[in-house]
């Protein structure tokens, strides 16, 4: 499965964006989407995920500002982030699995990753 993120860019303090992450044919209804992020000098971090059923997954420092979602004609899961803030920016990539729910927010837990999208959020 090859994944595509875009969306990504520059947005001032409190703004908004929407990333989307596309895989170019029909996965599978047993599997999970996740986002991730990776900031300079450090770790790759889990942000959110999408897993059959329609469960969402949230990190503590994303919550109720995230919000992520799927469309099935597209094929696309999206990430729309809003009240965005300085600590938000970083590359954000995609990535599809088939975690076991414990493994949900472990990187290591997905198979298939996009090119990476980047985000930055000025002061």
């Known amino acids: 499965v090859q994944l595509q993120a875009s969306g990504g860019g520059l947005v001032q303090d409190g703004g908004s964006l929407r990333l989307s992450c596309t895989a170019p044919r029909r996965t599978s209804s047993n599997y999970a989407i996740g986002w991730f992020r990776q900031a300079p000098g450090k770790e790759r971090e889990f942000v959110a995920a999408f897993r059959r059923g329609g469960y969402t997954y949230y990190s503590d420092s994303v919550k109720g500002r995230f919000s992520i979602s799927r469309d099935n004609d597209k094929n696309t899961v999206y990430l729309q982030m809003d009240s965005l803030k300085p600590e938000d920016t970083a590359v954000y990539y995609c990535?599809?699995?088939?975690?076991?729910?414990?493994?949900?927010?472990?990187?290591?837990?997905?198979?298939?990753w996009g090119q990476g999208t980047q985000v930055t959020v000025s002061s």
């Open positions: 990535a599809h699995g088939n975690p076991i729910l414990s493994s949900i927010t472990l990187a290591r837990a997905y198979t298939n």
